[in-house]
């Protein structure tokens, strides 16, 4: 049974659960259980998803009991039965074609000190590696940017993949994951005319929900920069497939407190679901599945 193990930054929380719910060849989902995980398996479960849900140390053992072949010691004595060895054989077959995914969700605010965030997620990767036959790295440049980790996330057990957008190219970071690349980023960008922007996306703006939000770690970062005038766009990218019920009306209310201009922008989930399909069906063809 192919693992795709996927270690995901909560920032791309409504992207990985878009993915997941599209993918109907998923036989078994698993979630560490973090203080992550709690509103990603509540959305998940909204989308009629049932992960299980364990401590990192449970899961990737039982992770790999539930995917262990029939020993060669039991096939050897059945394998003179034809019968036996038949109903053997396509069990075998059977769990090889079946999908179980891994997700490890990391917090957002990882971000504060870039290379504590690098050593978070090759950490992390690399203890999932034992039990995966495949990862998928939920995180653009950010996530392991420096050419060590790069290198150390190569050497792992299994083949490492990344986010890239239609040209293959590794995507910068998360708002280019939203916008549908690299090259819209960039032109994106050009839209200011040289004013200073922020691009909000859902995620971006989720702990505004949080009460006393002005008093939150988040918020006293955003505002040491936002304070400059020359922050005067909010971009906000609307996504059809987001959950979020509260995104408009977080926009509006970030926008009025630091006085910015709203410009409306179409996102997409072009990038998350190309990456993870073209993730899948490689280690698929790894297995020969």
Same mark, same amino acid.
């Given at each position: 049974?192919?693992?795709?193990?996927?270690?995901?930054?909560?920032?791309?929380? *409504?992207?990985?659960?878009?993915?997941?719910?599209? *993918?109907?060849?998923?036989?078994?989902?698993?979630?560490?259980?973090?203080?992550?995980?709690?509103?990603?398996?509540?959305?998940?479960?909204?989308?009629?998803?049932?992960?299980?849900?364990?401590?990192?140390?449970?899961?990737?053992?039982?992770?790999?009991?539930?995917?262990?072949?029939?020993?060669?010691?039991?096939?050897?004595?059945?394998?003179?039965?034809? @019968?036996?060895?038949?109903?053997?054989?396509?069990?075998?077959?059977?769990?090889?074609?079946?999908?179980?995914?891994?997700?490890?969700?990391?917090?957002? *605010?990882? =971000?504060?000190?870039?290379?504590?965030?690098?050593?978070?997620?090759?950490?992390?990767?690399?203890?999932?590696?034992? @039990?995966?036959?495949?990862?998928?790295?939920?995180? $653009?440049?950010?996530?392991?940017?420096?050419?060590?980790?790069?290198?150390?996330?190569?050497?792992?057990?299994?083949?490492?993949?990344?986010?890239?957008?239609?040209?293959?190219?590794?995507?910068?970071?998360?708002?280019?994951?939203?916008?549908?690349?690299?090259?819209?980023?960039?032109?994106?960008?050009?839209?200011?005319? $040289?004013? $200073?922007?922020?691009?909000?996306?859902?995620?971006?703006?989720?702990?505004?929900?949080?009460?006393?939000?002005?008093?939150?770690?988040?918020?006293?970062?955003?505002?040491?920069?936002?304070?400059?005038?020359?922050?005067?766009?909010?971009?906000?990218?609307?996504?059809?497939?987001?959950?979020?019920?509260?995104? =408009?009306?977080?926009?509006?209310?970030?926008?009025? @407190?630091?006085?910015?201009?709203?410009? *409306?922008?179409?996102?997409?989930?072009?990038?998350?679901?190309?990456?993870?399909?073209?993730?899948?069906?490689?280690?698929?063809?790894?297995?020969?599945?």
């Amino acid at each position: 049974m192919p693992v795709l193990s996927i270690v995901s930054c909560e920032m791309l929380e *409504d992207e990985l659960v878009y993915v997941l719910s599209t *993918d109907l060849e998923i036989k078994n989902l698993f979630v560490v259980e973090n203080r992550n995980s709690f509103r990603l398996v509540q959305k998940l479960k909204s989308e009629n998803l049932r992960p299980f849900v364990f401590s990192s140390d449970r899961l990737y053992s039982i992770v790999s009991e539930r995917n262990r072949r029939l020993p060669d010691s039991f096939m050897k004595r059945f394998s003179n039965i034809p @019968i036996l060895k038949q109903m053997c054989d396509a069990l075998n077959r059977k769990k090889e074609r079946e999908l179980t995914v891994v997700v490890n969700l990391l917090r957002k *605010d990882l =971000h504060s000190e870039i290379d504590y965030l690098q050593s978070e997620v090759y950490l992390n990767a690399k203890e999932m590696s034992k @039990i995966s036959d495949g990862i998928l790295l939920f995180y $653009g440049k950010c996530g392991y940017s420096s050419e060590k980790i790069q290198d150390d996330l190569q050497r792992l057990d299994c083949p490492v993949y990344f986010l890239r957008d239609d040209e293959k190219n590794i995507v910068d970071d998360c708002v280019s994951i939203a916008l549908g690349g690299n090259e819209i980023y960039t032109k994106t960008m050009l839209i200011g005319n $040289g004013r $200073g922007a922020i691009y909000a996306t859902p995620m971006w703006l989720s702990s505004m929900n949080e009460k006393d939000y002005k008093s939150t770690v988040s918020y006293q970062n955003v505002r040491k920069y936002l304070s400059s005038p020359m922050y005067s766009l909010l971009f906000k990218i609307n996504n059809q497939n987001s959950k979020d019920n509260n995104f =408009h009306r977080n926009v509006s209310e970030f926008a009025k @407190i630091f006085d910015m201009e709203i410009i *409306d922008i179409d996102g997409t989930m072009n990038i998350a679901i190309n990456s993870y399909m073209e993730t899948k069906t490689s280690i698929c063809k790894n297995m020969e599945c």
